[in-house]
């Protein structure tokens, strides 16, 4: 077993084999390489949009008492702000979410079946 079976690397008579199905695959990293990136940033931006609400929170909770001569501490308004932003983030920013769930079924599909296909090869089918 070498490293081009570990990784999912097809050789050039496998490739030859598949027919037209090679033409999608003949980059080293295949269908998994973009699913894999679609979902670093689905998530990255699901998280900043998800951090952004919690700052915008946290900031509103901060200053809005400043016009009234009430100081908040930062680590109050922080909590404040990460227990108001949570469950509002998930209703707001669904989408996102939902495009992250997708990703991560796609990547998890590929995942499993680039392992069915070795343990077929160590099979020997």
Do not use: C
């Not at 001569?69 to 509002?88: C, K, N, R, Y």
């Amino acid at each position: 077993m070498d490293w081009r079976t570990l990784n999912g690397v097809r050789s050039d008579g496998q490739q030859q084999n598949q027919g037209s199905g090679a033409a999608g695959t003949s980059s080293g990293s295949g269908t998994g390489g973009s699913g894999t990136g679609s979902l670093v940033r689905a998530m990255v931006l699901y998280t900043l949009a998800r951090l952004a609400l919690v700052a915008v929170f946290t900031v509103v909770i901060m200053f809005v008492p400043r016009l009234f001569d009430v100081e908040v501490p930062f680590i109050a308004a922080l909590a404040f702000g990460v227990l108001i932003a949570l469950p509002l983030g998930m209703f707001l920013f669904k989408g996102l979410r939902t495009d992250v769930n997708a990703n991560i079924e796609a990547v998890d599909a590929e995942r499993r079946r680039k392992h069915d296909d070795l343990q077929a090869r160590l099979r020997g089918k």
